[in-house]
């Protein structure tokens, strides 16, 4: 699922940016560069979103209009908890399935990788890469 909420940015002194997405509580990171800062920011709002998600809570919707003293700014960011989950929840699980016998027997022969076979099957019929 994609989101996007509205993130406060404040520089500080070092070059570094603190971020905090204000509808997201906690919800806090920072960056070394703007950039960085950026980046972080959509990987911690995924972060809580995926969490959100996981428990069944409800997920907050974004703030219209937030506000920011100079030299603080507001921007957008993204978080796409499908990619983040993707890219950090690379747990195998254990997963039972019954096949035909004769189906079984071909496949070992050949010596097909069920687990391999499962996943780019599942990843095809999901449209995920």
Do not use: H
């Not at 995926?50 to 809570?57: M, T, V």
């Not at 919707?61 to 937030?66: D, F, G």
């Amino acid at each position: 699922m994609k989101y996007v909420y509205p993130a406060v940015f404040t520089p500080l002194d070092s070059g570094e940016y603190d971020v905090r997405i204000p509808d997201l509580p906690g919800c806090l990171t920072c960056g070394k560069n703007l950039t960085d800062a950026i980046e972080m920011a959509g990987d911690a709002a995924a972060m809580w979103l995926c969490d959100a998600e996981d428990n069944k809570e409800s997920i907050p919707s974004p703030s219209e209009k937030l506000s920011a003293e100079y030299p603080q700014f507001i921007s957008l960011v993204l978080a796409d908890t499908d990619k983040y989950r993707q890219e950090n929840d690379n747990r195998a699980v254990k997963k039972t399935l019954t096949i035909p016998n004769w189906l079984n027997s071909k496949a070992e022969k050949a010596g097909i990788n069920f687990s391999q076979t499962l996943q780019s099957a599942l990843k095809r019929q999901l449209g995920v890469d």
